[in-house]
């Protein structure tokens, strides 16, 4: 007679089923945060590679017409 008194009858009342629930809720919104994570570092990174470009292609006339007036260093 105790043991029906303190069953429960809701499936949310077991703490497996909730604890689940949580977990999964969790992996799904991570799963959201790490996709747009991943698309902001790549748009960072396609804006500093396009930065270093345009400072190497702005160095490189300079560089070019200093190595007519000496030699480079060895």
Do not use: C, W
């Amino acid at each position: 007679m105790i043991t029906l008194a303190a069953s429960s009858s809701s499936v949310f009342d077991q703490p497996g089923t909730l604890g689940f629930l949580v977990v999964f809720g969790m992996g799904v919104i991570m799963y959201f945060v790490f996709r747009s994570m991943t698309r902001h570092l790549r748009k960072i990174n396609e804006v500093a590679r396009a930065e270093a470009a345009k400072v190497e292609a702005d160095a490189a006339p300079q560089a070019h017409t200093a190595g007519n007036a000496a030699p480079p260093a060895s």
